[in-house]
């Protein structure tokens, strides 16, 4: 008889448990080196996969010739489930050593253990109902009457101590979905060494931060730099925050205008921190996928003397639902080992708050790293508490450094902003870099800005459209993608077009053209209008620079967001001109409309100066006490319960979304200019299913839309579904057009008309 399997293929069950034991007590050691960790994450690896000894998923697993044979759901019939049996072990054993504190203790690893494959669970009317369950007691039955060794089964002596929980009671959510990345993390990674030798070695090709601190600052030396004013302060704040990179760890606040460096001297200060404080990696996090891109190109120039795979982008919505997991979509899950990684507030956010597997791989990777946080103004109102509050654990007690980076400075460390009868709670002790950020902002002034004469008259798409095309050389930004396509079908033929409809190649191929545009003009090379339509996306992270910018109302931030797109370098003789307008429908309902609201309310009878700093803190202070920062009461979610340790981890995970994931579908879209090179990516995933470099890859071909609107395009043929939860879009030619992206909303177009 063959000895005991853990997959297809020959792994032995014996080797992979201990394994992943050694693996995720290893990645654990991190954030505990006292030890206690080490040993929870230890027992958690050692018997995750406790019931593969059972006898009826041992036959099934040395039968079957498929990969996904020990995947909990991938196979049938009750003999086969494996994940309660650990579980229940680590009741048993600690009630056996440890009486009734053990079996307490125990629910930690049986959280951990029976999680391993469908996520981490609620334990009241969840977990606890399961482990009850005759079918899970007699897992762990059979799985020990086919006599597992001793050293998996009784390893040595453990002592279980819940008072030495990072953050007590506070932390013991986080905690537990750290162990869990750990556990997880080093189980697809044994997984994926026994599948695939080659790639474990391919996964250590990564630079080190000191070689890109290295890099970063011979690529600064070498920049052909002009003698203006904006360059002398540009590097002004570069040299402040290499020089504030040496203080303790903790949390900063970046505060610089747009248009004054600011990404890459958060990145100089996030590289000059890792090396003085020894951090492992750095997380530099933007709010919108849509300029990600951007920014991660940025950093690859940077560092480009190092190689292409410098660093990891990461964005994709594509990660398999749990219930589709296959052996393939858990190794192509992101796991953030990179000393590099430019990724979404959705991403990350979502990630600590998350209960999936695949979801929570990455967490651990965070421990001791640099958190940039890009445009904090950004971070979700309804979701700012908890955000808030995980933010704190990860820096008193994983090592973690977090940086603000705002133009708008919301102050998050502010009393003002939070209420304190409803048990609010903001940051402490954050370290602003700038030495004077009210003289930097005063020395970067470089727009007017004209309120409309009344807040309450909006103004038709069409007088809009006649004023744009009376300009030159133009930018106008709106709110919603609907606002866009209706403004772009009266303007004149030419204008060019952005919305996050278009995937991030093609945004970027269209932002290029508007850069060269614009320096051709600056140069008298070009005599033809140059206007741009916008949705939002322009407003962070691209750097454009038109002479006049049109912003339909929003948020005060978002105003100051496009006035950073006007006379951005500073090269006009007088002041650029910002024209903010009432549009003919208000913003979406939710926090877009309060912030425009807030915005109307703090600059009334403030026409002199409407972007002064100071204004900032009233429209912060309305806004935030406008908005319930704990809207689905995630923190309460995930308040332990001292009697089981219950904690709500799965219902809270549904509760944290930044982003509907149940109502969006992620669009391979066929985007003309880059057809042969998606094909050959496309065929690659049919044939080798889903892989991280080959996901990284395509995400740049992706678009998001409601999936109310990807089902019916899927039972007409125009979408094909290769993988769980990657959609692909069939016909090229009339649903993805060269100036909108991706036709969707047939109410507003019909695509059949657009050259491609």
Same mark, same amino acid.
């Given at each position: 008889?063959?000895?005991?399997?853990?997959?297809?293929?020959?792994?032995?069950?014996?080797?992979?448990?201990?394994?992943?034991?050694?693996?995720?007590?290893?990645?654990?050691?991190?954030?505990?080196?006292?030890?206690?960790?080490?040993?929870?994450?230890?027992?958690?690896?050692?018997?995750?996969?406790?019931?593969?000894?059972?006898?009826?998923?041992?036959?099934?697993?040395?039968?079957?010739?498929?990969?996904?044979?020990?995947?909990?759901?991938?196979?049938?019939?009750?003999?086969?489930?494996?994940?309660?049996?650990?579980?229940?072990?680590?009741?048993?054993?600690?009630?056996?050593?440890?009486?009734?504190?053990?079996?307490?203790?125990?629910?930690?690893?049986?959280?951990? !253990?029976? =999680?391993?494959? %469908? *996520?981490? $669970?609620? &334990?009241?009317?969840? +977990?606890?109902?399961? /482990?009850? @369950?005759? #079918?899970?007691?007699?897992?762990?039955?059979?799985?020990?009457?086919?006599?597992?060794?001793?050293?998996?089964?009784?390893?040595?002596?453990?002592?279980?101590?819940?008072?030495? !929980?990072? =953050?007590?009671? %506070? *932390?013991? $959510?986080? &905690?537990?979905?750290? +162990?869990?990345?750990? /556990?997880? @993390?080093? #189980?697809?990674?044994?997984?994926?060494?026994?599948?695939?030798?080659?790639?474990?070695?391919?996964?250590?090709?990564?630079?080190?931060?000191?070689?890109?601190?290295?890099?970063?600052?011979?690529?600064?030396? %070498?920049?052909?730099?002009?003698?203006?004013?904006?360059?002398?302060?540009?590097?002004?704040?570069?040299?402040?925050?290499?020089?504030?990179?040496?203080?303790?760890?903790?949390?900063?606040?970046?505060?610089?205008?747009?248009?004054?460096?600011?990404?890459?001297?958060?990145?100089?200060?996030?590289?000059?921190? %890792?090396?003085?404080?020894?951090?492992?990696?750095?997380?530099?996090?933007?709010?919108?996928?849509?300029?990600?891109?951007?920014?991660?190109?940025?950093?690859?120039?940077?560092?480009?003397?190092?190689?292409?795979?410098?660093?990891?982008?990461?964005?994709?919505?594509?990660?398999?639902?749990?219930?589709?997991?296959?052996?393939?979509?858990?190794?192509?899950?992101?796991?953030?080992?990179?000393?590099?990684?430019?990724?979404?507030?959705?991403?990350?956010?979502?990630?600590?708050?998350?209960?999936?597997?695949?979801?929570?791989?990455?967490?651990?990777?965070?421990?001791?790293?640099?958190?940039?946080?890009?445009?904090?103004?950004?971070?979700?109102p309804a979701f700012l508490q908890p955000i808030l509050d995980v933010l704190k654990l990860l820096v008193a007690h994983y090592g973690v450094t977090v940086v603000l980076c705002t133009a708008t400075q919301p102050a998050l460390g502010n009393s003002n902003y939070f209420d304190a009868s409803k048990n609010l709670r903001g940051l402490h002790n954050v370290r602003e870099i700038i030495d004077n950020p009210d003289a930097l902002f005063a020395a970067l002034k470089r727009v007017q800005v004209e309120l409309p004469p009344d807040w309450t008259t909006p103004t038709p798409w069409a007088d809009i459209a006649a004023q744009l095309s009376a300009e030159d050389c133009v930018l106008a930004i709106v709110n919603t993608r609907k606002a866009a396509r209706e403004l772009q079908r009266l303007m004149p033929e030419g204008t060019l077009h952005l919305s996050a409809l278009m995937c991030g190649a093609h945004r970027k191929d269209v932002i290029a053209h508007i850069k060269e545009r614009l320096q051709a003009k600056r140069e008298g090379r070009d005599t033809?209008?140059?206007?741009?339509?916008?949705?939002?996306?322009?407003?962070?992270?691209?750097?454009?620079?038109?002479?006049?910018?049109?912003?339909?109302?929003?948020?005060?931030?978002?105003?100051?967001?496009?006035?950073?797109?006007?006379?951005?370098?500073?090269?006009?003789?007088?002041?650029?001109?910002?024209?903010?307008?009432?549009?003919?429908?208000?913003?979406?309902?939710?926090?877009?409309?309060?912030?425009?609201?807030?915005?109307?309310?703090?600059?009334?009878?403030?026409?002199?100066?409407?972007?002064?700093?100071?204004?900032?803190?009233?429209?912060?202070?309305?806004?935030?006490?406008?908005?319930?920062?704990?809207?689905?009461?995630?923190?309460?979610?995930?308040?332990?319960?001292?009697?089981?340790?219950?904690?709500?981890?799965?219902?809270?995970?549904?509760?944290?979304?930044?982003?509907?994931?149940?109502?969006?579908?992620?669009?391979?879209?066929?985007?003309?200019?880059?057809?042969?090179?998606?094909?050959?990516?496309?065929?690659?995933?049919?044939?080798?299913?889903?892989?991280?470099?080959?996901?990284?890859?395509?995400?740049?071909?992706?678009?998001?839309?409601?999936?109310?609107?990807?089902?019916?395009?899927?039972?007409?043929?125009?979408?094909?579904?290769?993988?769980?939860?990657?959609?692909?879009?069939?016909?090229?030619?009339?649903?993805?057009?060269?100036?909108?992206?991706?036709?969707?909303?047939?109410?507003?177009?019909?695509?059949?008309?657009?050259?491609?």
């Open positions: 008889m063959h000895e005991p399997w853990a997959h297809s293929g020959g792994r032995l069950l014996r080797e992979h448990l201990l394994a992943v034991a050694e693996g995720a007590a290893d990645f654990s050691a991190w954030f505990d080196a006292a030890a206690p960790a080490q040993r929870w994450a230890y027992l958690a690896g050692l018997w995750h996969d406790l019931g593969k000894y059972r006898p009826g998923f041992q036959k099934y697993v040395q039968l079957a010739d498929n990969p996904d044979a020990h995947i909990e759901g991938k196979v049938i019939g009750r003999e086969k489930t494996h994940s309660a049996a650990g579980a229940l072990w680590a009741m048993q054993r600690l009630e056996q050593t440890h009486g009734a504190p053990g079996k307490l203790a125990a629910h930690v690893l049986a959280y951990l !253990i029976a =999680g391993h494959h %469908a *996520g981490l $669970a609620d &334990w009241n009317d969840g +977990l606890e109902q399961r /482990l009850a @369950d005759p #079918d899970s007691l007699q897992e762990l039955q059979e799985s020990l009457c086919a006599n597992p060794p001793d050293d998996v089964l009784t390893p040595d002596g453990f002592t279980p101590d819940l008072r030495r !929980i990072p =953050g007590g009671a %506070a *932390g013991f $959510a986080l &905690w537990v979905r750290m +162990l869990f990345s750990c /556990l997880v @993390d080093a #189980d697809f990674l044994d997984t994926e060494a026994h599948f695939d030798a080659g790639k474990p070695a391919r996964r250590r090709g990564f630079p080190t931060l000191a070689q890109m601190r290295e890099a970063f600052n011979a690529h600064m030396a %070498a920049l052909p730099v002009a003698a203006t004013p904006v360059n002398t302060l540009r590097a002004d704040i570069l040299r402040q925050c290499r020089a504030q990179a040496a203080l303790p760890p903790g949390f900063f606040s970046l505060t610089v205008p747009t248009g004054g460096g600011k990404t890459l001297s958060s990145l100089a200060f996030a590289l000059e921190h %890792a090396q003085a404080h020894g951090k492992r990696r750095i997380v530099y996090a933007i709010p919108y996928t849509s300029i990600i891109e951007q920014t991660a190109d940025v950093f690859r120039n940077v560092f480009q003397a190092l190689g292409d795979e410098v660093l990891i982008e990461h964005h994709s919505q594509a990660d398999a639902a749990a219930t589709d997991e296959t052996a393939r979509s858990r190794l192509a899950c992101e796991n953030w080992d990179a000393p590099l990684v430019v990724t979404t507030n959705v991403q990350l956010f979502e990630s600590l708050f998350a209960a999936k597997t695949s979801r929570c791989r990455k967490l651990h990777n965070l421990v001791g790293s640099v958190i940039v946080l890009d445009e904090a103004q950004q971070l979700p033809r209008p140059l206007r741009v339509v916008s949705t939002q996306l322009v407003e962070a992270g691209v750097d454009i620079d038109f002479p006049v910018v049109y912003r339909a109302l929003a948020g005060l931030d978002s105003i100051a967001q496009a006035a950073g797109r006007c006379n951005r370098e500073g090269r006009m003789e007088g002041l650029g001109r910002v024209v903010v307008f009432v549009p003919p429908e208000r913003p979406p309902l939710g926090h877009l409309r309060k912030g425009a609201d807030a915005c109307i309310s703090t600059l009334h009878g403030q026409a002199h100066d409407p972007l002064a700093r100071g204004l900032f803190a009233r429209y912060f202070t309305e806004f935030y006490h406008s908005v319930d920062l704990d809207q689905h009461r995630v923190a309460n979610l995930l308040t332990v319960q001292p009697r089981d340790l219950a904690v709500k981890f799965r219902t809270a995970a549904d509760a944290f979304r930044l982003i509907d994931d149940a109502d969006s579908a992620t669009v391979v879209v066929r985007y003309a200019a880059h057809q042969q090179h998606i094909e050959s990516l496309l065929n690659t995933l049919v044939a080798e299913g889903p892989q991280r470099w080959l996901m990284r890859k395509l995400q740049r071909y992706t678009v998001t839309i409601p999936q109310r609107l990807a089902t019916p395009m899927l039972n007409q043929g125009d979408l094909t579904l290769p993988m769980p939860g990657l959609y692909v879009l069939a016909n090229t030619d009339n649903l993805y057009s060269n100036i909108l992206g991706l036709v969707s909303d047939a109410d507003v177009y019909n695509p059949s008309g657009f050259a491609l």
